[in-house]
């Protein structure tokens, strides 16, 4: 049995980043994802659990309003769900985040406040990078200068986070080596040393939940471990087209070079009628 809960369940990521009790280990893990650019003084969650786009769609997205040190304010919506053209959906969500904070009347002066988008993908995401940190923004193409500071999209692809817990450097490393292995571990490293991960230990310790909340985790636990079997099976599916259409393209060579079909068929193990079909 896990010591602690699985961070990308829905009821997991609710309990770390979307209840109350949890706002120090939020504001703690956004000012480390954002050190150096903006420091977190308070934040509001404003939305819970957003209601579906889509007929059938469950999406898992906290709306998080956060007052800047100085007076500024900014809204984080926090992502953790494969969907289908992510990348899309996640311009999308931001978009319109920015669009319901319109005014009507003559007075307003589309004074909007900066959206950031985090997004946690427990999966690699092909067409974003290779890295496991991902910033987006507005920029001029010309000049690569900043456009504006008003949107902004975060992805991070845990799986290609490859550091080993004493090879963290800094708190932000921490969180994420601590999300990307909470369900495997005996105990939370840096605990000792540090009050947050000391809370983040007692709020995902799996001893420390009710039985009701225990049986609701457990199902959301099925949900997440189903999910994750329906998208090895569709990355395995899409690795076997690549296979088979890249055998095609090389039998299609070798039939252009005047390679008799059967010996393309003995290389390329197709079928003869497929290769004279080429």
Sequence with gaps: MAKFINPFTDVGFKR??????SKPLLINFLNNL???????????????EQI???EGERSLIYDVYCEIEGGEH??????NKYQPYFKNRSIYYISKSIIQ?????????????????????N?????????????????????HEPFSDKFRLIYLQLPLFQKEAEECETDF??????????????????????????????????????KQERRVYDESLRRY???????EGQRAEGRAEGRAEAMLETARKMKAKGISASDIADITLLPINEIEAL
């Design 173 to 210: 490393e921490r969180w994420i080596y601590v999300l990307k292995n909470m369900e495997t571990l005996n105990r939370l490293p840096f605990a000792a040393q540090n009050s947050v991960f000391q809370k983040l230990a007692s709020i995902t310790d799996v001893a420390a939940l009710s």
């Design 74 to 79: 900014i809204i984080v919506e926090m992502q």
């Design 16 to 21: 770390i980043f979307g209840q109350e009790i």
């Design 34 to 48: 954002l050190e150096g650019e903006r420091c977190i003084a308070n934040l509001t969650f404003l939305d819970k």
């Design 101 to 121: 904070q319109g005014e009507r009347g003559a007075d307003w002066y589309y004074d909007v406040k900066a959206v950031y988008l985090v997004a946690f993908l």
């Design 123 to 143: 999966f690699r995401l092909k067409d974003i990078s290779d890295e496991f940190r991902t910033d987006v923004g507005l920029m001029n193409l010309r000049t």
């Design 225 to 231: 471990r189903d999910t994750v079997i329906v998208m």
């Design 52 to 54: 579906p786009v889509q």
